[in-house]
């Protein structure tokens, strides 16, 4: 069975910006959409995220994993502990640096390797001018560590964020891109 993980960043909720609009559309594509509301989302931190995400979550060779901003390194920390890879990761607005002091529980030094392995796909989508620096430069960082794909969006700052008036209730370019 098609199945797809959205995972919101820091501070946000499943209901946030693009987060609906991807849900509804692969709905109506046939998969079931699991879209969490991660535990202490405004401290995140990846020792409690991962065990949440791999408790509750159902991973196959049909599985599309799909983050936003910290949700990326999320998706990484799980893929880091999974026996068999996924079909497809996508990351919006992703980082792996520690661009903001706040992030310090979000980065880490990951397993490239294993990473790699456990997903058949990667898409990174990261804008040129994202106020929180999760830019095009940490995309090609993650480009660089596990191949794939890198869409340079060009003055979409974070793809979604209320710090910066960026409701970005719609994301066509992703749902496209999804296998």
Known sequence: MKNAMIFHGIGDEPQSYWIPFIKKGLEEKGYKVWTPHLPKPDDPTLSIQIPFVLE??????ETVMIGHSAGVALIFGV??????????????SGFVDVIQPVLKHIVKDFAWKKIQSNA??????????????????????MLNHLGGMQIIRHGDGHMGSMSYNQPYKAFPLLLQLIA
């Open 79 to 92: 893929l880091e502990q999974l026996s068999s890879p996924v079909k497809q990761v996508i990351g919006v």
């Open 56 to 61: 509750n979550g159902t991973f196959s060779e």
């Open 120 to 141: 058949k796909e990667f898409i990174f989508i990261n804008s040129d001018n994202d106020p929180w620096g999760a830019n095009d430069k940490q995309g090609r960082i």
